[in-house]
């Protein structure tokens, strides 16, 4: 792991809300996490432009698209992430390290002030968009936790598109 200067506050961060995944059929995992372990049910979602806007990697703005799941357990919501176009973080994931766990997650309303004290202390946005009224960022905390952290702001969240198992 990368050595940096660690501030001297921590950042505050919200609860970890989520453990994010990427894999490479949707359908499949969700399959998977269901028959084997009971997990779910799966709300599925598609985000892609021109919904998903903003959107950028490494800083440049470019249209990339992704078809999710989201189900609650316990506590912690888990998501299974299939990249469908563009270039992302996720197909990235899936080249150099292939299906697995990606990311963490906590929701972050003063989401500017967050961003600013991550940049202060060197560490910068991979990836980021907006869906409805949220927005994400994935940050690269990757060299010095482990793992990929997402902060995101949200007021709502759409119906999905389907569900798995269906009703």
Known sequence: MVKIKLPPQPIKMGDLTQ??????????SMERYWKLLGIGPWSIYTFAPPDLREATVRGKRVDYSMRLALCMAGPVQLELIQPLDGPSIYVEHLATKGEGLHHIQSRVENIEETLAAFEKNGI????????????????????????????????????????????
């Not at 453990?19 to 499949?28: R, T, Y």
């Not at 991979?126 to 949200?154: A, N």
């Not at 709502?156 to 798995?164: D, I, L, M, Q």
């Open 19 to 28: 453990v994010g995944m990427v894999v490479k059929d949707l359908q499949e």
């Open 124 to 167: 910068s946005v991979l990836m980021s968009g907006k869906q409805g009224d949220g927005e994400f960022y994935y940050l690269d905390t990757e060299p010095v936790l482990g793992i990929i952290y997402e902060i995101f702001r949200r007021k709502t969240r759409s119906a999905p598109e389907a569900v798995y198992p269906p009703a």
